[in-house]
């Protein structure tokens, strides 16, 4: 047990959230820098050097410089074994990331400095604040134009509610952009550009020494002096329990880029969060040192291997040591097997896997028995831990293939990609799959569909947009969906395990139905 015990405090997973094209990709890519799990950080776009970022394996991700799916990244680091959970940043791709939440500990909120806090940040704060997990922020992109350090931690407070505390300050912004200060040791480090290179040349100058005068100029270390006064008279005080309620944030300044900050950044991370969390079970909590193996499914992806066809179910591990071949008890499907499999992830890199711990990230084949959210436990400890909801889409199209000859292919590719998440997929009542409705939380998620039906299952389609706006699961068990009293705009499907919705095309249908039909009861998503 005791050794257990130390394998588990090593571990630190997280998730990386931002609004699209504030770096996250980037700095992902140099914290593996720094772990020594590439030797290259390839840009996301990676037109100069024709390689792309390590987190970006999709082919459609390569060429639209996007991440569209999440990927699960582990790499160690003075000690730690951390797990970076690489999400999407744009807004369509939403769902994946609220998924990916629920299996991280903490999170690294990137902000561009020259934008403050974004739509989309604000969106995914959210998630981070109902589970009131710490949040460490990254102000990147100092290397550009920015705006004021104080500008920006006051948009972070005022938009997001929550309070900061600069573990760093920048020194000077753009061209003029010479490093950081760090309030903890109270000097300043001064870095050089490198290319990618993992070896930075880097300086710490203590804030009393004339060489810092003549390294940074007159102006900027008479702003830095006037800086560093205000925010010792006037700024919050740092409180570990207030990070750790997810109330405090710890604000970094630097540039992944160029690598300005990135690996002190990291190292105080790494203090600054803590070893796996307890979970919630539908009974209780799941402790991470509990002698029993659980664990929950959060993602599912398929055809990662284009030439094997395969998919592979992610879990977290939530307790306990997991050995490959052990006996589990999958408690959706009441069934006990064997995780014969299991690999770690780097993007689309594998490697089978012999054992992990609590707060790792494995991959197990999944002949299709997996859906997300379910839980995996020892067979004489039997519990489950609670649901991960479906979110309701908001965009509808009607679906269908161009070659009806592909009519197994198709059905494969659309069933393939619904398990995984990023679409759902309906059908109206006592209707075949010859063609299904397809509804999205964002519209680039059609794009996405027609794209990887087309390169992973050689199946054409076409897209009917639908005017549909809302979706509503019915709640009642015993409702006859073809009695109901609805308004001409409104339209009868089912999901694929047979369960009745109803697609409306305004908030004026959704009242219609509810005041025509007593006892009707409309859920928002399904659990």
Same mark, same amino acid.
């Given at each position: 047990?005791?050794?257990i015990k130390k394998e588990i405090e090593k571990r630190r997973t997280f998730a990386i959230?931002?609004?699209?094209?504030?770096?996250?990709?980037?700095?992902?890519?140099?914290?593996?820098l720094y772990g020594g799990a590439i030797n290259l950080?390839?840009?996301?776009?990676?037109?100069?050097?024709?390689?792309?970022?390590?987190?970006?394996?999709?082919?459609?991700?390569?060429?639209?410089?996007?991440?569209?799916?999440?990927?699960?990244?582990?790499?160690?680091?003075?000690?730690?074994?951390?797990?970076?959970?690489?999400?999407?940043?744009?807004?369509?791709?939403?769902?994946?990331?609220?998924?990916?939440?629920?299996?991280?500990?903490?999170?690294?909120?990137?902000?561009?400095?020259?934008?403050? /806090? +974004?739509?989309?940040? $604000?969106? #995914?704060?959210?998630?981070? =604040?109902?589970? @009131? %997990?710490?949040?460490?922020? &990254?102000?990147?992109?100092?290397?550009?134009?920015?705006?004021?350090?104080?500008?920006?931690?006051?948009?972070?407070?005022?938009?997001?509610?929550?309070?900061?505390?600069?573990?760093?300050?920048?020194?000077?912004?753009?061209?003029?952009?010479?490093?950081?200060?760090?309030?903890?040791?109270?000097?300043?480090?001064?870095?050089?550009?490198?290319?990618?290179?993992?070896? /930075? +040349?880097?300086?710490? $100058?203590? #804030?009393?020494?004339?060489? =810092?005068?003549? @390294? %940074?100029?007159?102006?900027? &270390?008479?702003?830095?002096?006037?800086?560093?006064?205000?925010?010792?008279?006037?700024?919050?005080?740092?409180?570990?329990?207030?990070?750790?309620?997810?109330?405090?944030?710890?604000?970094?300044?630097?540039?992944?880029?160029?690598?300005?900050?990135?690996?002190?950044?990291?190292?105080?991370?790494?203090?600054?969060?803590?070893?796996?969390?307890?979970?919630?079970?539908?009974?209780?909590?799941?402790?991470?040192?509990?002698?029993?193996?659980?664990?929950?499914?959060?993602?599912?992806?398929?055809?990662?291997?284009?030439?094997?066809?395969?998919?592979?179910?992610?879990?977290?591990?939530?307790?306990?040591?997991?050995?490959?071949?052990?006996?589990?008890?999958?408690?959706?499907?009441?069934?006990?097997?064997?995780?014969?499999?299991?690999?770690?992830?780097?993007?689309?890199?594998?490697?089978?896997?012999?054992?992990?711990?609590?707060?790792?990230?494995?991959?197990?084949?999944?002949?299709?028995?997996?859906?997300?959210?379910?839980?995996?436990?020892?067979?004489?400890?039997?519990?489950?831990?609670?649901?991960?909801?479906?979110?309701?889409?908001?965009?509808?199209?009607?679906?269908?293939?161009?070659?009806?000859?592909?009519?197994?292919?198709?059905?494969?590719?659309?069933?393939?990609?619904?398990?995984?998440?990023?679409?759902?997929?309906?059908?109206?009542?006592?209707?075949?799959?010859?063609?299904?409705?397809?509804?999205?939380?964002?519209?680039?998620?059609?794009?996405?569909?027609?794209?990887?039906?087309?390169?992973?299952?050689?199946?054409?389609?076409?897209?009917?947009?639908?005017?549909?706006?809302?979706?509503?699961?019915?709640?009642?068990?015993?409702?006859?969906?073809?009695?109901?009293?609805?308004?001409?705009?409104?339209?009868?499907?089912?999901?694929?395990?047979?369960?009745?919705?109803?697609?409306?095309?305004?908030?004026?249908?959704?009242?219609?139905?509810?005041?025509?039909?007593?006892?009707?009861?409309?859920?928002?998503?399904?659990?």
């Amino acid at each position: 047990m005791a050794d257990i015990k130390k394998e588990i405090e090593k571990r630190r997973t997280f998730a990386i959230i931002s609004h699209p094209d504030a770096g996250k990709t980037t700095l992902t890519e140099k914290l593996l820098l720094y772990g020594g799990a590439i030797n290259l950080a390839g840009s996301v776009k990676g037109k100069k050097t024709a390689k792309h970022a390590v987190s970006d394996w999709m082919e459609i991700e390569k060429q639209r410089g996007i991440s569209v799916t999440s990927s699960v990244l582990q790499f160690k680091y003075n000690g730690y074994c951390i797990n970076i959970l690489d999400t999407p940043g744009h807004q369509d791709f939403s769902e994946d990331t609220y998924r990916t939440l629920m299996a991280a500990d903490s999170a690294v909120m990137v902000i561009d400095a020259s934008k403050g /806090v +974004e739509a989309q940040t $604000i969106k #995914l704060f959210k998630v981070c =604040l109902l589970r @009131s %997990i710490p949040i460490i922020t &990254f102000i990147n992109k100092m290397d550009r134009d920015a705006k004021s350090p104080f500008e920006l931690l006051e948009d972070i407070e005022n938009v997001l509610g929550i309070s900061t505390y600069p573990m760093n300050w920048p020194i000077g912004s753009g061209k003029e952009f010479k490093g950081v200060y760090d309030r903890k040791s109270g000097s300043v480090l001064t870095f050089t550009a490198n290319n990618g290179q993992r070896e /930075v +040349e880097s300086r710490s $100058i203590p #804030l009393s020494s004339e060489e =810092l005068k003549s @390294s %940074i100029g007159d102006d900027l &270390f008479s702003r830095l002096s006037e800086d560093i006064e205000l925010l010792d008279v006037a700024g919050d005080d740092f409180n570990s329990e207030l990070v750790r309620g997810g109330r405090l944030t710890p604000v970094f300044f630097g540039s992944a880029l160029t690598n300005f900050g990135v690996e002190p950044f990291l190292e105080e991370f790494l203090s600054l969060t803590t070893p796996p969390l307890p979970r919630e079970t539908l009974t209780g909590e799941a402790s991470p040192y509990s002698d029993g193996f659980s664990a929950f499914v959060f993602k599912i992806q398929a055809n990662m291997n284009k030439a094997h066809r395969d998919r592979i179910a992610f879990m977290r591990i939530c307790s306990g040591r997991f050995e490959k071949n052990m006996e589990v008890y999958h408690v959706q499907g009441d069934r006990k097997l064997r995780l014969s499999q299991p690999q770690q992830i780097m993007a689309q890199e594998r490697e089978v896997i012999y054992e992990a711990y609590a707060g790792d990230i494995i991959g197990v084949f999944d002949p299709g028995i997996f859906s997300i959210g379910d839980t995996i436990c020892m067979a004489n400890d039997k519990f489950c831990f609670k649901g991960i909801p479906t979110f309701a889409p908001e965009h509808f199209a009607l679906v269908l293939q161009k070659d009806t000859m592909k009519r197994k292919q198709f059905v494969k590719g659309v069933n393939q990609i619904a398990q995984e998440g990023t679409i759902q997929i309906f059908r109206e009542p006592e209707s075949g799959m010859e063609e299904v409705i397809v509804g999205v939380v964002g519209t680039l998620q059609f794009e996405v569909l027609e794209y990887r039906l087309k390169n992973e299952y050689n199946v054409e389609i076409v897209m009917n947009p639908l005017p549909y706006q809302y979706i509503r699961w019915i709640g009642n068990d015993d409702i006859d969906i073809k009695a109901l009293d609805l308004a001409s705009d409104t339209k009868r499907i089912e999901d694929l395990k047979g369960r009745p919705l109803l697609l409306f095309t305004s908030e004026w249908s959704i009242s219609w139905a509810l005041e025509h039909n007593e006892g009707l009861i409309l859920e928002e998503f399904s659990s």
